[in-house]
């Protein structure tokens, strides 16, 4: 934290953003005024996936001054559950008091389309190997109430910016997290469905279940970059999930903007 504050003359952000796989493209909109690479941050781990650029930017959006995870970490990456939510820790203690959440995920209901939008109205966490709070508890309740992880608030104006601005292609939904790093089985798909998830994906909850702990609120948003339904599945590549990704972005951004403007 030190080192953040004297690496960016003390700026003080208001909203925290961590984008997903081939989300980065909200940073084009961000008014840059500080970017420091992860591998600079002290007890930061670095990204090693590829379509993750790993950056944390300082500046601001829609007028309001924001800290942006360009790239996250991931479990399938090898680090702990600690390691990849020390950045909430640290957005926390920059002062941020609301989190925004991209990432891509695989579609489960059938009524959704490649490149929808997912908000997530909540989550089943109950098969992640690791947990971001096991052990000595360091930073709030010892049993995080999750009756709401997803602010009602912010899921509340996202809806209302969906109406007013027209974002079409916007669906509601449960999130499972899963640690990849491979896809899912046929099999696998069935049984997440049967669980009653809507989208399937390999991060996020971990941030999020850190961040409700931190009482800082929380909205989260899947891009469905691919349909996984047992019986039409095809094969997964990552330039697909990329593409259609790509096409979702604008619809992300514009939310994510519009969300910014009245958060206080
Ligand atoms: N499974 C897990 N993570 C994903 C998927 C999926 O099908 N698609 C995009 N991220």
Do not use: W
């Not at 908000?119 to 971001?132: G, V």
């Not at 896809?183 to 909850?205: F, H, I, K, N, P």
């Not at 929380?218 to 891009?223: G, K, P």
């Amino acid at each position: 934290i030190t080192y953040l504050h004297s690496s960016t003359d003390s700026f003080r952000p208001e909203t925290g953003i961590i984008l997903g796989t081939g989300l980065a493209g909200l940073v084009a909109d961000i008014d840059v005024q500080y970017e420091i690479a992860y591998e600079d941050i002290p007890h930061f781990v670095h990204s090693t996936v590829e379509s993750h650029k790993g950056k944390l930017i300082f500046g601001t959006l829609a007028g309001k001054p924001v800290v942006c995870m360009q790239g996250r970490f991931h479990y399938y990456e090898g680090y702990s559950m600690k390691e990849i939510t020390y950045p909430v820790r640290v957005m926390q203690a920059l002062g941020i008091r609301n989190l925004l959440i991209s990432n891509a995920a695989g579609g489960l209901n059938p009524a959704f389309s490649e490149s929808d939008l997912m908000l997530i109205t909540d989550h089943i966490s109950l098969f992640l190997p690791d947990n971001p709070l096991f052990g000595k508890n360091i930073s709030g309740d010892r049993f995080p109430d999750m009756s709401d992880p997803y602010c009602p608030k912010m899921l509340a104006s996202a809806r209302r910016i969906v109406q007013e601005k027209g974002i079409s292609h916007v669906q509601e939904g449960v999130y499972a997290p899963v640690p990849g790093p491979q896809l899912e089985t046929r099999a696998e798909y069935r049984l997440l469905r049967q669980l009653g998830a809507d989208a399937v994906g390999m991060s996020t909850v971990p941030e999020v279940i850190v961040a409700v702990q931190l009482k800082i609120p929380v909205l989260a948003v899947s891009v469905i970059t691919d349909m996984c339904i047992p019986e039409t599945l095809k094969k997964a590549e990552l330039q697909h999930i990329l593409a259609n990704a790509a096409v979702a972005e604008p619809r992300m951004t514009l939310l994510f903007r519009e969300l910014i403007k009245p958060l206080d």
